[in-house]
């Protein structure tokens, strides 16, 4: 803390919505999950505050809505193909716009036919390229390891839950891989790809999800679900 700025909850402290977390003039990213009336910063949600040094934010515990952020992974479900680019859902309030020219790497022409590359019904792994809550979100596909997913399952979660999934330094996302043999990416708007060696090991790691699902808010989590891993398997 630094001037007259002050944070009234210590980090891991739990909140519910209009609950004070602090006064003062605090450089911190915009977040749904705060709300600013004059000098004060009130929780809009129950969720726990975590604080670092004089910058806080608040990990939602329930929620369904995914709030994009530049620069964010996402999985997109493509709902529409357009003229020129394709419409998706990424589980946020409003739709996103995939622009045929992120994939192709030249503009659409008049009259093609866009489904030949992506089509209604693909997920497409993609990253948030512009947003800035007067527009729908724009995507992008360029980069490694983007575009349409052409293998593996898709599982949705909450995501608010992503956090808990992947782990501190991505441990969770690991055991999970480890235990299961999965290839794991998990995206910040809640939604899981998962190559698994067998079906009955994507069966593990959908209960193993599910768990962290139900019981995020609790301590000792990864070693439960390495003890719920080794019992199921025996």
Known sequence: MSGENKIYLQDKSVVA???????????????????????????????????KDSVFEIIPLEGSHYYP???????ALVEDVELYGWLTDIKAPYSAYLPASSLLGRPANVGEDLRRYIDVGD?????????DRTSDPVLSVKGKGLGRVSSGTVIDILPVKVPRVVGKGKSMMETLSSETGCEIIVAQNGRVLANCPSKEKENV?????????????TKGLTDRIKKTHKRITR
């Open 17 to 51: 919505p209009g609950d004070l977390i602090a006064e003062g003039n605090f450089q911190i990213p915009w977040s749904p999950y705060i709300v600013k009336q004059g000098n004060k910063y009130f929780a809009s949600v129950i969720g726990i505050v975590e604080v």
């Open 69 to 75: 952020r530049i620069g964010d992974t996402v999985i």
């Open 123 to 131: 997920y497409v792994i993609a990253k948030v390229e512009s947003f």
């Open 205 to 217: 790691l959908l209960l193993a999800i599910r768990t962290i699902e139900r019981e995020s808010h």
